[in-house]
């Protein structure tokens, strides 16, 4: 299980504490592995990290924008792809498939690699213009 350490900071208050959501959405999908959780219990915490996931890329996309991010193009990719994986893993869900686990995995391997690969490149950026 992954928790919020300072390692993970990108240094800017507004995406740490969005970060910090994700990682609480991943602490719940491990709860349901443990318990055994169905579905039912999987598919609510899917819809709320599909709503999330969108939110949060819609503010980096935002600043990207405005600041003009030279590593826009492939972080948007990125974004994507990962929206596209959560819509999938929804479908299976609701399909009556037991994915909490494969969401678990992905969740951790997603957000630790894109924290730690992708959204430290805009740190210097995002800085650069004010924002911390």
């Not at 969005?18 to 991943?26: A, D, P, R, S, T």
């Not at 980096?60 to 999938?88: C, I, M, P, W």
């Not at 299976?92 to 037991?98: I, S």
Request: charged share 25%; aromatic share 12%; glycine share 6%.
């Amino acid at each position: 299980m992954i928790t919020w350490t300072p390692n993970l900071s990108v240094d800017i208050k507004e995406i740490d504490e969005q970060h910090q959501l994700f990682i609480k959405l991943m602490a719940d999908i491990q709860r349901a592995i443990e318990t055994k959780a169905g579905r039912e219990v999987v598919g609510p915490i899917l819809m709320e990290l599909y709503g999330y996931a969108h939110f949060h890329f819609s503010v980096e996309e935002k600043y990207f924008a405005l600041f003009n991010f030279s590593g826009a193009v492939k972080h948007v990719a990125e974004h994507r792809q990962f929206v596209e994986r959560l819509t999938d893993l929804r479908r299976r869900n609701e399909q009556g498939n037991e994915i909490a686990g494969e969401v678990g995995a992905f969740m951790f391997e997603w957000l630790v690699n894109h924290i730690e690969n992708m959204d430290r490149q805009y740190v210097q950026c995002f800085h650069d213009h004010g924002l911390r």
